[in-house]
Structure formats: C-alpha cells, structure tokens
Nanobody
Framework: QVQLVESGGGSVQAGGSLRLSCAAS????????MGWFRRAPGKEREGVAA???????SYADSVKGRFAISQDTAKSTVYLQLNFLKPEDTAMYYC??????????????????WGRGTQVTVSS
C-alpha cells in the first residue's frame, strides 16, 4: 500500500513562493507517474503538474513558467516549486501516484493513490 504525505503549504502574498513536498512510502515500484492536483473552492479538481520515471514533466497552461515539479527518487519525494503565486492559485494541493493506473497525466482517474492535501492561500 502506498502512502503519500504532502507538506509545505501555507499563506503567502501574491508574487511569493512556496515549495510543496510529497513523501511517498510503501510499495511505490508500480508507479511511474507522480502528479500534483489542486482544488479551489467551488471548482473541479485540476491537474497542475506531473513527472514520470524518465523525468518527463507536464504542466497546466495556467502554471507554466511559474511552477516546477521535480523528484528525488532516493528520498521517494516529489516536489512542486510554486513561484510568482497569484490569488487564483489558492487551493488545496494534492499529491498523487498512478499506482498502476493508466491515462492522461491530468486526469484524476489515472491516479489510484492520493495524499490528503496541503493548503495554499495567496493573498493580493
């Protein structure tokens, strides 16, 4: 069983930065894809970024050039660097692993393992 624990969320002013971490434990050998999603109040869950086992990365258009996903396989940790934050980035951010799921990187149904989330709040 895979467990994912996010950390690093917080409250910042617009233009600020945060670094989210997702620590994975358990049998993660079947997961080649790690993703970050977010859900803002009243909105659907949105794919933010993903990274695969070959270090290929994908980003939502809304965060390209501002966010960066990376991973440290030795630590079984995935990071999401959030720069130039905007109030519209305010959301609960979730880490996900595909856990043998298949599909698009930005489709929630691709991911079978999820963390509980970390809140990011950006004030203007």
């Amino acid at each position: 069983q895979v467990q994912l624990v996010e950390s690093g969320g917080g409250s910042v002013q617009a233009g600020g930065s945060l670094r989210l971490s997702c620590a994975a434990s358990g049998d993660i050998s079947g997961s080649y894809l790690m993703g970050w999603f977010r859900r803002a109040p009243g909105k659907e869950r949105e794919g933010v970024a993903a990274i695969d086992s070959d270090e290929n990365t994908s980003y939502a258009d809304s965060v390209k050039g501002r966010f960066a996903i990376s991973q440290d396989t030795a630590k079984s940790t995935v990071y999401l660097q959030l720069n130039f934050l905007k109030p519209e980035d305010t959301a609960m951010y979730y880490c996900a692993a595909n856990c043998q799921g298949e599909g698009r990187w930005d489709a929630p149904s691709t991911y079978k393992c999820w963390g509980r989330g970390t809140q990011v709040t950006v004030s203007s």
